[in-house]
């Protein structure tokens, strides 16, 4: 079955730390990856994507993704954490053919420590 | 660019009861999608809209919910009994280009129902 695994519910860094996020898929073919965040009260937002080529992902706010295949993850990094990165952040895949639907991921949700 | 508005932000009722959720796309979006998210899951397709017709509807209860997004444009979710396991918050995004794997979804900032 089609399931996307984030197997961090909590994490918790000290600002200025790096930060890695963990996200594996479990799909038929390489799908298309995305990483959400969700702010408290927001939607969410799309801070990456990989559809193809250059397996490291440049994103928004700092963010970038490494795709690896032969893991089948799709983890999100940032060098230096700043508070107000503190959120949720959800894994998200969609098939590359048939009906285009979004599989997420459970979130993982981020404390900053000043 | 305005974004995706949604509205109550907030609704508590009883379980039997009714509720309406209203969503009002980005211009311009052909494709509007509706998602519940339960406390600690992510979010789960309940259908999917390409202008005013439905595209996928696969997890939506249909015994109990309804959508329908009249004109193209906004798009109404009804609940109908309501169940304490439809306490969620429902997101609802748009896209551009309907059909498109590269699209972006846009979010809006959701709908939290509580049922008691």
């Known amino acids: 079955a089609q399931s996307v695994t984030q197997p961090d519910i909590h994490i918790t860094v000290s600002e200025g730390a790096s930060l890695e996020l963990r996200c594996n898929y479990s799909y038929g073919a390489t799908p298309y990856l995305f990483w959400y965040v969700q702010s408290p009260g927001q939607g969410l937002q799309l801070l990456l994507k990989y559809f193809s080529g250059d397996t490291l992902v440049q994103g928004i706010k700092g963010f970038e993704a490494e795709f690896k295949r032969s893991q089948s993850s799709f983890n999100l990094r940032k060098p230096s954490v700043h508070w107000s990165d503190a959120a949720e952040y959800f894994c998200a895949v969609a098939p590359r053919s048939g009906t285009y639907k979004y599989i997420f991921g459970t979130g993982t949700r981020l404390k900053v420590l000043a | 660019e305005a974004g995706v508005a949604q509205s109550p932000r907030y609704k508590i009722i009883e379980k039997r009861q009714s509720v309406a959720f209203w969503c009002n796309p980005i211009?311009?979006?052909?494709?509007l999608y509706w998602y519940q998210q339960i406390l600690g899951q992510g979010p789960k397709l309940l259908i999917q809209f390409q202008n005013n017709g439905v595209v996928d509807d696969s997890q939506l209860p249909k015994d109990r919910f309804s959508a329908e997004r009249l004109k193209g444009v906004d798009s109404t979710l009804k609940i109908q009994p309501a169940k304490l396991e439809d306490s969620a918050v429902y997101l609802c995004a748009s896209s551009l280009v309907a059909g498109v794997y590269t699209d972006t979804q846009y979010f809006g900032p959701g709908t939290r129902l509580t049922v008691l």
């Open positions: 211009s311009g979006h052909a494709t």
